[in-house]
């Protein structure tokens, strides 16, 4: 296993931290950058998808000029230099707005997945927001109920329109639920469906495959043999949303489930498991068989003695790379490694050293990655987003 950790990039990311917001960067410096965006008022990128010859950042913000402190939605639009095009678009529905993920649509434009705060209900929903292929506003649809809570976790293209998942509070006891729901392709809703047990049941992303969806999150309703606390859950269903298999993961503390991918022989979930003592947490890949959820191929821990998570996966030819975070004394490096089809480690690299966490990776046209994310204290982060190089360095 190849391991870089750049004990010189706390410097590099600091003097880039410490300077202006966005800063130019020359055609000779395209193939790696990093840039920040925002307030530093925990502003966070949560996904981000080549874009017109640049890329979109989807990102949840605060809003310092209501003086409120609450969230809003944000769009960031930039060149493939990573530089800002125009304004940051945001989104706010007079409360806690909350931003989910990203979905390129097949007429060039993009689908906004996320949660609105709805203020006239005072309720949250599930918030759909199209994009044209220039980047304008074509739509903007909200589902939910009046007196309940949904939220917009994931959003995938089904056989026609839309799958989503999210959450819902709408039960005698107001705990969470997993809420599936599809829709057209102007976002109108066709049908939907919950998936719910005696505790909290939450979703954080959904695949669609050849026979169905399937969804990953976590859960302390369900238990297998051994596991207690929070569960890493995955639900398959039909095209219909009928549940047809059903599993949970994880031991006994809290592990969580955060993105998955369909691959020649399985599915691949990222997320994070506690250690038997239930202190800290590693960053967790499992490798499931297709046809039976309770078949476990391989499950690899990865982690130092801290806390360290996986939030997003991708496919890369034969292999798979993970990001997310590696705690250390100072606090977070930003993780990335790259794994092949047996779990085996083959190149792992950290990134800062200060509080740095990505969320999200994508395959950029030129070989390379983009990555997006946060940098700063808990509370105090900007917007982050770095572009790797095809040999995954910066």
């Known amino acids: 296993m190849k391991q870089k950790i750049f004990k010189y990039t706390f410097v590099l990311l600091a003097l880039f931290f410490g300077a202006c917001e966005n800063m130019d960067i020359s055609s000779g410096q395209a193939d790696t950058f990093i840039k920040i965006f925002g307030s530093w008022n925990s502003d966070i990128g949560v996904d981000v998808k080549s874009f017109n010859d640049g890329y979109v950042v989807l990102a949840t913000i605060t809003d310092i000029e209501s003086g409120n402190g609450d969230a809003d939605i944000a769009i960031i639009f930039t060149d493939k230099y990573g530089n800002q095009n125009g304004n940051i678009d945001t989104i706010d529905g007079g409360g806690n707005d909350i931003a989910g993920k990203l979905l390129k649509t097949s007429d060039g434009g993009f689908i906004v997945v996320g949660t609105l705060y709805d203020t006239l209900y005072h309720n949250e929903d599930i918030l759909l927001v199209k994009y044209s292929p220039e980047g304008q506003l074509t739509w903007q649809k909200t589902l939910g109920g009046t007196s309940s809570n949904e939220q917009g976790k994931s959003i995938k293209s089904a056989q026609s329109g839309y799958i989503i998942v999210g959450n819902t509070d709408d039960n005698p006891q107001e705990t969470w639920d997993i809420l599936m729901v599809k829709v ?4 109108n809703l066709e049908w939907q469906n919950i998936f719910s047990g005696t505790g909290t049941d939450k979703a954080n992303d959904v695949i669609m495959h050849s026979n169905g969806y399937l969804i990953v999150g976590e859960t302390n309703s369900f238990y297998e043999a051994g596991q207690a606390s929070y569960n890493i859950m995955a639900i398959k269903t039909n095209f219909t949303g009928g549940e047809t298999d059903k599993f949970t993961y994880g031991g006994t503390h809290n592990d969580y489930g955060n993105s998955v991918i369909e691959v020649d022989d399985g599915f691949i979930i990222a997320g994070s498991v506690e250690n038997i003592a239930g202190g800290n947490s590693d ?19 990865f982690g130092s003695n801290l806390n360290d998570f996986a939030y997003g996966i991708i496919k890369t030819n034969d292999d798979v790379v993970v990001v997310g975070s590696q705690e250390n004394i100072t606090g977070a490096y930003g993780l990335f490694l790259n794994i092949d089809s047996e779990g085996n480690s083959l190149y792992s690299n950290t990134l800062g050293g200060y509080n740095q966490v990505f969320r999200a990776i994508e395959r950029t046209p030129d070989g390379g990655f983009i990555l997006t994310g946060s940098t700063g204290a808990q509370g105090n982060e900007q917007i982050m987003l770095v572009k ?5 360095e910066l």
């Open 283 to 301: 960053a967790y890949i499992l490798k499931v068989e297709k046809d039976d959820l309770i078949d476990i191929i391989w499950n690899k821990s």
């Open 184 to 187: 057209d392709a102007e976002g």
């Open 388 to 392: 790797l190089n095809s040999d995954y």
